[in-house]
Every structure is written in structure tokens, then in C-alpha cells.
């Protein structure tokens, strides 16, 4: 994907980029999740709860995810 792609990406997809620039802790993948993961823009790494024993994901965005969150907020404030 090339940073000039970014007005490809769903709100939903940027704003989960965005979230995840610090690590979110999802118990579950949404398919948005997964699509972000496919493009190598978001990872997932599984974990264990220590507490509970449940089974979860930490997600952080990539480099490359990062450089389209701020691509796409750059794109965007010179629009407005």
C-alpha cells in the first residue's frame, strides 16, 4: 500500500490505526482488525491473561500503519 492510498482506508481502519499507536488489549479480531493485519499495517501478538487464563490480542500499529495515520491526518487537515 502506498501513503498516497490513504484516502482508501475506512474511518473505521484509521481510527483503529490510531488507537492503536499505544497498545489496546482486544479479547477478540474484527474483521477490520484482521484487514489491517493482512496489509501489514496493524499486528496482533496473542497473549494469556495472567489473572483470568483468557486468552486475548495486543494490538500496535506498525510503522507503516503509523506513517498512514499521519499521512491520512495531514491529507485531511489540508482539505478542511
Known sequence: MYLADVCLLKSEEIQLLAD???P????EL?????????????DARPTICPQSNR???????????????????DHHSKAA
Not at 489496546?24 to 479479547?27: D, I
Not at 474484527?30 to 496493524?42: F, K
Request: charged share 10%; hydrophobic share 55%; aromatic share 10%.
Open 24 to 27: 489496546v488489549f482486544a479479547l
Open 30 to 42: 474484527t474483521p477490520v482488525a484482521e484487514s489491517l493485519i493482512q496489509r501489514e499495517l496493524l
Open 55 to 73: 486468552p486475548y490480542f495486543v494490538l500496535t500499529t506498525t510503522g507503516l500503519g503509523g506513517a498512514c495515520v499521519a499521512a491520512w491526518i
Open 20 to 22: 492503536s499507536l499505544q
